[in-house]
């Protein structure tokens, strides 16, 4: 996949970005970089190794220590909200952001 300066411009107006004629070229080279990163990487095959839990895992035995993702009781709901410009039924509201 490659892009081209119609895209550049593209994804800089929904970025609301301006950027200038010499701005957009090195965009466009360092994106589809990127692209060509990443095709090498799906070019390797990869049938039969397991997915590692971190990085370091290839080289030592990495324990992950992830807690449970339990709600907390202790934590007061209405002392943590009072901040908030806008709340309803105990949910925080915030504007649309869809255009």
Not at 29 to 48: C, H, L, P, Y
Not at 57 to 64: D, K, N, R
């Amino acid at each position: 996949m490659s892009l081209n300066s119609q895209d550049i411009s593209r994804i800089a107006n929904l970025a609301r970005l301006e950027l200038t004629p010499q701005e957009s070229e090195r965009m466009l080279s360092q994106i589809n970089g990127f692209f060509d990163i990443v095709e090498k990487m799906r070019a390797v095959d990869t049938t039969g190794v397991e997915p590692l839990p971190h990085p370091v895992a290839t080289v030592q035995e990495v324990a992950l220590r992830l807690r449970e993702d339990v709600a907390n009781p202790a934590i007061d709901r209405e002392a943590n909200q009072q901040s908030a410009p806008a709340i309803e039924r105990g949910l925080f509201l915030v504007p649309k952001v869809i255009e």
